[in-house]
């Protein structure tokens, strides 16, 4: 977006399972990420799920926490990031058919940033 304006927003949604011992960088994380975390493109969003800090966090033997993707124009627009070990699982309740059953999973690149990127020109379109 060149108006330099956030796209996606990301906030800790609850906890699904027994927290897993967290080292003080994850935990500093998680308290980011307990307040709305915005991103100014779906590449930027893609980046950050990529790396060693989130999944540090979030990818576990367990799956243990939930996500919510919000469009950061309009709050109500959201998904479920659940993050697996081995991928993520991103399930659309609104079912807005941006993802095949309305459940994306995988490990998060150019499928995702297209997927994503479908979700967010369907929500948008839809104010």
Known sequence: MEDGQPIITLVKMDEMA?????????????????MLCSFLSVEDFVSFL????FSSLAQHEEMW??????????????LQLYPEQSQL????????????EHVWKGQPGDDFIAALTRWVGLVSTHQ
């Open 18 to 34: 027994a927290r897993p011992d967290l080292s003080p960088e994850s935990l500093a994380l998680e308290q980011t990420l307990s």
């Open 50 to 53: 990529n790396s060693d800090a």
């Open 89 to 100: 699982t991103v399930a659309d309740s609104a079912m807005t058919g941006a993802f095949e």
């Open 65 to 78: 926490v939930v996500f919510e993707i919000g469009l950061y124009h309009d709050h109500t627009k959201t």
